[in-house]
C-alpha cells in the first residue's frame, strides 16, 4: 500500500491504524486463498507412480477445500462487518482509496 | 414416473411465472416503488448466472469422471470475489464511471474509443459465446429427454430446443430492451434471473440432502461411501488444477454476461462488497452436494449411463418425480438465465458496436438524419437477440447435440479469457495501447482458435489428422496441441497457457513498442487514476457545434423527453431561460457520457463527432497529461506552502495572545499604580485637614503651613489627572493635531523660556548648531510641550554640581533629530527600559513628578509620526527627539 500523499503523520490513532490493518487483512485474503487451495498440488495423487505414497482420500479432499471456503467466507464477512459504517459501505480512506 | 406433457405444463406455468415477475418488477421499477429490486441479495443472486446449466448438470458429470477437478470452475470466482479489492472495485467503478454497456464498450472506451476494437471484441464474444449458448439449449432437450423414456424420437428434440429458444427470445426482447439506455438496470430481467438463483440452488442442495440422507444415510457414511467409490482417491492432473483455477477466475472476470450482471447492473459499490462474500456461499453450496451426487449416480445406476444427467436420473431411479421435476426446473433456470443475459450483453455489443456504425456510415447525412433513431437501435437490439440466439439454436442444430457440446463449456472460458490481457492492462497500465490491444486479442483468438476450438471437433473434423500428427504444412512446432514441440501438456491447459501467454506477450510488446493517440492517453489516464477522481478528458472544440443540432441527435437517441429535460437542466445550471443551452465542453461530455449509455461509447463519440466536427485535444489536455506529476508535485508544494503559512498564523496568534496577555497584566499593574498615585495625596490632604479640623490652638503659621500642604497635594493631584486624561486621549487616537509652521529655533527657546529658562534653577541650558533655519510643519503646541517636559527633566533630575544642557539639533536632510544632553548621572542600563513607561521615576528625590511625563512624550511624538529614544552618554543623558520626516521635509 502507498501512502500516497507522501506527508502523511507517522502515527495514526489506534482505530485508525486497526483499520487500516483489516484492510490490508481484506488485501491479503485473496493470496492466502490462493496458497491453501494450491496445497493440493502437492498431494500424491492416484496418478503417482508406483512406489509413491498412497493417494489422499477423497473424503478428506472434499473436507479440506471447503473448509478452506468456509474459512474465507467467514473472514471476509467478519472483515466486512468489522470495517463497514452503519451503511454498510466500507470506509473510503482518503490515503488507501488511492491505488497501490 | 413424470410424463412429458406434464413436465412440459410444469415448465410453462414457470415460465408463465417468471414472465409475470418480471412485468411485476417493471412496473414497480416504473412507479418507484423498486428499491426491493436493488438489494445486494438481487445482485448476489443475479451473479449467480455463473452457474449454468454446464455446471448445474456437468459439475456432477465432471465430479464421476475427474473428481474434485469440477470445483476448480467455482474456487477461481471464489477467489476473484474474495479479493475485490485488487480489480473487481476498480473495475466496477471504472465501467460506472465511464458509464460502459459492455466487456466491448469498456476495452473500446479505454483505448480511444476505438471502433476497431469493439468489432474485434464483439466478434470474438460472439464466437466465444454462441456455442455456449447452444450448450444450453442441449442441455434443457436433453433433460426433458430423459423423462420421455427411451423412445424419444428426433423431432421432439428439435421441437423443444426450437420452442424453448423461440422463448428465451421472446423473453429477452420483451424485458431486455425496455429502455434503450444499456446502464439503465433491467429490473425484470435481473429479478427474474434472482428468482431461477434461488430455484436452482434450492433444487441442487434438495437432491443432494436426498442423496446424502435419504439414500446414504447421513454424513459419515456417505463419506465411507465416497472414500470406497471409483473416484475415491485423489487423482489429480496438477497442472489442471492450477490452470482451471486461474482459467474460471478470469473468465469470471471476461464473460460478456458476467460484466453485464457485475458491472453494468450494479447499482451500488456496497453491493460489491456484500457480494464479495456472499456470492462465494452462493458458489459453495452449489458445490457442496456435487461429489455425494456423483458418488451415489455412479453407485445405483446402470454402468453407461449419463453422468452429466444424475442430478435428474437419481430421484427418478429411487422414484422421487416431485424431486425430478424440481431438478430439472433448476436445470433449466440455469440455462434459461445464461441464455437471456448472455444474450442480451451480446445484442448490446453487436447492435452498439456492429450494427450502429455500419447503420450510420451507410447514412448519407450522418448523425445529422431526421427521425427517430432509438428505433433503430432498439429495432438492431431486439434483430441482435434473436440472431444470436439463432446462432445458438443452429449451432446446436449442426453439432448434433452430441458429445462435442460437453467439452465447450471450458473452451468458450479459454476463448473469452482472451479480453483480460486487454481489459485488466488497461485498468491498471497507462502504457498500453490500442495497438497493443489489438495484437494481444488477436494474437490469442487465434491460438485459442487453432489450439482449442478447431481441436475440439475430433481429429479430421474440422482439423485433419495430418495437422494434428505433424502441424500445419508438415511444421513440426505447428501442431495444435503442441505447440513450439513441447507434448505432453494437457490438452486444455495448453491451450490456455500458450493462448494466454502469446496474448500477454503481444500486448505488452507492442504496447511497448507503439504510440498512444492524445485520446488514448487521455482515457488511459482515467482508467488507471479513477480513484483520484480526476476530471473529465476534453475532448471538444465544442465553438464547432450548435445546440440545436446537438438537441435533434439526442433526441433521436434518448427520446424526445429525456433529451428535452437533459437540455433544459443544463441550460438552468448554466444560468439561461428557454431549453437550449451553451454547448460547453462540459455539456458535450454529459451528452457524450448519456449516449454511450445507449450506444456504447464509440458510436456515441462518433455521433458527436460528426456534429462538431472531430475531436480536438487541447493542448492544455495533453500537458495535463504529461504534467501529472508536475502537478502533484506542485499540489504537495502548495500543501507544504499552506502548511507553512498555517504555522506562521499560529506563531502570530501566539504572539498575539502573548501581547494581550502582557497587556492583560500591565493594565491591572497600571490600575494598581493610579489608585497608589491618587491614595498618596489623598493620605496627606485627609491627615493635614483633619489637623485642621481637630486641633485646637494652631498658629496661623501652622495653619498656613497645613494649608499649603493640602493645597500642594491637590495641585499634584490635578497635574496627575491633566497627565493621565492627556495620555488616555493620546493613546486613544483621539488627539486633532493642529499643524502649523514655525522654526525650530523659535520653538525651543520658546519651550526654555516657559520652564523657566535658566533663571528659575542653576541648569545652563546651551544651543549647539541650534542656529539651521529648520522650518517645520507639525502640532507646534505639541511638540513645545514635549521640548518642556524634556528641559524640566533636566532641571529637576540633573544632579551635576554645576547641571548643564545642550540642545543640539541635527540635520540630516531628510529627516532632523534634536538632542537634549544633561550631564546628570546616566541613567543605569536596567531602568533605561522603564523610563517611557507609565508611572515609571528614576531618581525621583521629592516624588513630586507622577511618572507620566515621558510616557505623554512618546506618545505625542508617536502621534506626531517621529519618536523619542534615550541615548545614554558617558557624560550624562541624551534624550533624542526624531522629528517626523514629513515635518523635516516640508521645511526644507
Redesign the interface.
Known amino acids: 500500500m502507498s501512502d500516497a500523499?507522501?506527508?502523511t503523520s507517522l502515527f495514526l490513532e489506534r482505530r485508525s491504524y486497526r483499520r487500516r490493518r483489516m484492510?490490508d487483512a481484506?488485501?491479503l485474503?485473496?493470496?492466502v486463498?490462493?496458497l491453501l487451495?494450491?496445497l493440493?498440488?502437492f498431494?500424491?495423487?492416484?496418478?503417482d507412480a508406483a512406489g509413491a505414497p498412497p493417494?489422499?482420500?477423497?473424503?478428506g479432499?472434499?473436507t479440506y477445500?471447503?473448509v478452506v471456503?468456509?474459512g474465507?467466507?467467514l473472514s471476509?464477512?467478519g472483515l466486512?462487518l468489522a470495517l463497514?459504517d452503519p451503511?454498510?459501505?466500507?470506509h473510503k480512506d482518503p490515503v488507501s482509496?488511492?491505488?497501490p | 414416473m413424470i410424463s412429458v406433457n406434464q413436465l412440459v405444463g410444469v415448465s410453462l406455468v414457470y415460465v408463465a411465472f417468471l414472465f409475470a415477475i418480471a412485468f411485476f418488477a417493471e412496473r414497480a421499477s416504473v412507479r418507484g416503488r423498486g428499491a426491493w429490486l436493488r438489494s445486494?441479495l438481487v445482485y448476489t443472486l443475479s451473479l449467480s448466472i455463473y452457474c449454468t446449466a454446464w455446471t448445474f448438470y456437468g459439475a456432477v458429470g465432471y465430479a464421476a469422471r475427474s473428481?474434485?477437478e469440477f470445483?476448480t470452475i467455482y474456487?477461481g470466482p471464489?477467489?476473484?470475489m474474495?479479493?475485490w479489492?485488487?480489480v473487481l472495485r476498480?473495475l466496477v467503478r471504472i465501467g460506472r464511471a465511464q458509464r460502459a454497456t459492455s466487456v466491448a464498450d469498456l476495452i473500446s472506451a479505454r483505448y480511444g474509443k476505438s471502433n476497431l476494437l469493439a468489432i474485434v471484441v464483439t466478434l470474438m464474444a460472439v464466437v466465444g459465446v454462441t456455442p455456449y449458448i447452444a450448450l444450453q439449449l442441449q442441455s434443457v432437450t436433453l433433460s426433458l429427454s430423459i423423462f420421455s423414456g427411451p423412445e424419444v424420437s428426433e423431432s421432439l428434440t428439435i421441437s423443444t430446443a426450437f420452442w424453448v429458444a423461440f422463448g428465451l427470445a421472446l423473453f429477452t426482447v420483451l424485458f431486455g430492451t425496455r429502455n434503450l439506455n444499456a446502464n439503465e438496470r433491467h429490473d425484470g430481467v435481473v429479478i427474474a434471473i434472482a428468482v431461477e438463483a434461488v430455484v436452482k440452488l434450492i433444487a441442487l442442495l434438495a437432491v443432494g440432502i436426498f442423496v446424502v440422507w435419504g439414500i446414504a444415510g447421513g454424513i459419515a457414511p456417505m463419506?465411507?461411501r465416497?472414500?470406497a467409490?471409483p473416484?475415491?482417491?485423489?487423482?489429480?492432473?496438477?497442472s489442471r488444477?492450477?490452470a482451471l483455477?486461474a482459467l474460471s477466475a478470469a473468465a469470471f472476470l471476461a464473460l460478456p454476461r458476467m460484466f453485464q450482471v457485475l458491472v453494468v447492473e450494479n447499482e451500488d459499490?456496497?453491493h460489491l462488497?456484500?457480494a464479495?462474500?456472499a456470492f462465494?456461499?452462493y458458489l459453495?453450496l452449489m458445490s457442496?452436494f456435487v461429489?455425494p451426487i456423483a458418488v451415489i449416480g455412479l453407485d445405483i445406476m446402470p454402468a453407461g449411463s449419463n453422468p452429466d444427467l444424475f442430478v435428474l436420473t437419481v430421484p427418478l431411479a429411487e422414484g422421487q418425480g416431485g424431486l425430478a421435476t424440481l431438478s430439472f426446473l433448476g436445470g433449466f433456470s440455469s440455462a434459461t438465465s445464461m441464455v437471456i443475459v448472455a444474450t442480451l450483453a451480446l445484442s448490446t455489443m453487436v447492435s452498439n458496436h456492429v450494427v450502429m456504425p455500419v447503420w450510420l456510415s451507410t447514412q448519407a447525412e450522418g448523425a445529422q438524419v431526421s427521425g427517430d433513431v432509438r428505433n433503430v437501435v432498439i429495432l438492431a437490439r431486439r434483430a441482435s437477440i434473436l440472431v444470436i440466439i439463432g446462432f445458438g439454436y443452429i449451432y446446436y442444430r449442426l453439432s448434433g447435440g452430441g458429445s462435442a457440446l460437453a467439452a465447450i463449456g471450458l473452451i468458450s472460458f479459454a476463448g473469452v479469457a482472451q479480453f483480460l490481457p486487454a481489459m485488466l492492462g488497461g485498468i491498471?497500465w497507462r502504457g498500453a495501447t490500442r495497438w497493443g490491444a489489438l495484437a494481444g486479442l488477436t494474437v490469442g483468438f487465434a491460438v485459442w482458435i487453432f489450439c482449442s476450438l478447431l481441436p475440439s471437433f475430433g481429429p479430421d473434423a474440422v482439423l485433419s489428422a495430418e495437422v494434428f500428427d505433424n502441424g500445419i504444412a508438415g511444421l513440426g512446432w505447428l501442431r495444435p496441441q503442441a505447440l513450439f514441440g513441447i507434448e505432453g501438456i494437457d490438452p486444455t491447459v495448453h491451450a490456455v497457457v500458450w493462448s494466454l501467454t502469446l496474448n500477454i506477450g503481444a500486448f505488452l510488446g507492442v504496447s511497448l513498442l507503439t504510440f498512444p493517440t492524445p485520446l488514448e492517453r487521455l482515457q488511459g489516464a482515467q482508467f488507471?487514476?479513477v480513484?483520484?477522481h480526476s476530471t473529465q478528458a476534453r475532448g471538444w472544440d465544442a465553438a464547432l457545434a450548435t445546440s440545436e443540432d446537438l438537441m435533434i441527435m439526442a433526441q433521436r437517441i434518448l427520446g424526445p423527453n429525456d433529451a428535452l429535460s437533459l437540455f433544459r437542466e443544463e441550460a438552468q445550471r448554466q444560468g439561461l431561460t428557454g431549453h437550449l443551452p451553451e454547448p460547453t465542453q462540459g455539456f458535450l461530455q454529459t451528452l457524450e457520457r448519456e449516449l454511450a449509455g445507449s450506444v456504447g461509447s464509440a458510436t456515441a463519440h462518433a455521433m458527436i463527432s460528426q456534429l462538431v466536427g472531430g475531436t480536438s485535444v487541447s493542448v492544455e489536455d495533453l500537458m495535463a497529461v504529461a504534467d501529472e506529476s508536475a502537478q502533484i508535485l506542485e499540489y504537495?508544494n502548495r500543501?507544504?506552502a499552506k502548511s507553512a503559512e498555517l504555522s506562521r498564523t499560529a506563531r502570530q496568534l501566539r504572539e498575539a495572545n502573548a501581547k494581550l496577555t502582557a497587556l492583560s497584566v500591565q493594565k491591572d499593574a497600571f490600575l494598581g499604580q493610579i489608585s497608589h498615585e491618587l491614595r498618596t495625596p489623598m493620605t496627606s490632604i485627609r491627615s493635614f485637614s483633619e489637623i485642621l479640623r481637630d486641633t485646637d490652638g494652631l498658629d496661623q503659621a501652622e495653619k498656613t503651613k497645613y494649608a499649603s500642604i493640602i493645597h500642594g497635594e491637590t495641585i499634584r493631584l490635578t497635574r496627575l489627572l491633566d497627565d493621565l486624561l492627556d495620555l488616555s486621549v493620546l493613546e486613544n487616537g483621539q488627539v486633532s493635531l493642529n499643524l502649523d509652521s514655525g522654526s525650530l529655533r523659535d520653538l525651543l527657546e520658546q519651550a526654555v523660556l516657559s520652564a523657566g529658562g535658566d533663571r528659575s534653577t542653576h541648569l545652563t541650558v546651551k544651543y549647539a548648531r541650534a542656529d539651521t533655519g529648520v522650518v517645520l510643519t507639525t502640532d507646534l503646541d505639541r511638540l513645545r510641550q514635549v521640548f518642556i517636559n524634556l528641559i524640566t527633566n533636566a532641571q529637576k533630575y540633573c544632579d551635576a554640581s554645576k547641571p548643564e544642557l545642550s540642545i543640539d539639533v541635527i540635520d540630516m536632510g531628510a529627516r532632523v533629530q534634536v538632542v537634549f544632553h544633561d550631564n546628570g548621572t546616566p541613567i543605569a542600563a536596567e531602568a533605561r527600559a522603564l523610563i517611557f513607561e507609565k508611572f515609571a521615576r528614576i531618581n525621583d528625590k521629592d516624588g513630586s513628578g507622577a511618572g507620566l511625563g515621558l510616557a505623554i512624550c512618546r506618545e505625542i511624538m508617536t502621534r506626531l509620526g517621529g519618536d523619542i529614544t534615550h541615548e545614554p552618554r558617558p557624560d550624562g543623558n541624551a534624550f533624542v527627539v526624531h522629528l517626523p520626516a514629513q515635518a523635516a521635509l516640508a521645511a526644507q
Do not use: C, H, Y
Open positions: 500523499s507522501g506527508k484492510m481484506l488485501r485474503l485473496p493470496v486463498g490462493v487451495w494450491i493440493p498440488v498431494w500424491p495423487s492416484a496418478n493417494p489422499v482420500a477423497m473424503s479432499a472434499v477445500v471447503f471456503w468456509a474465507l467466507i471476509g464477512m466486512w463497514a451503511n454498510g459501505r466500507i482509496e488511492r491505488d | 445486494p473428481g474434485m470445483v474456487l471464489s477467489l476473484v474474495i479479493g479489492w485488487w476498480k463419506m465411507e465416497i472414500d467409490s473416484i475415491g482417491e485423489w487423482s489429480m492432473d496438477r488444477w492450477v483455477t459499490e456496497r462488497q456484500i464479495s462474500w462465494p456461499v459453495m457442496l461429489v491498471f488507471v487514476n480513484f483520484d504537495s500543501l507544504e
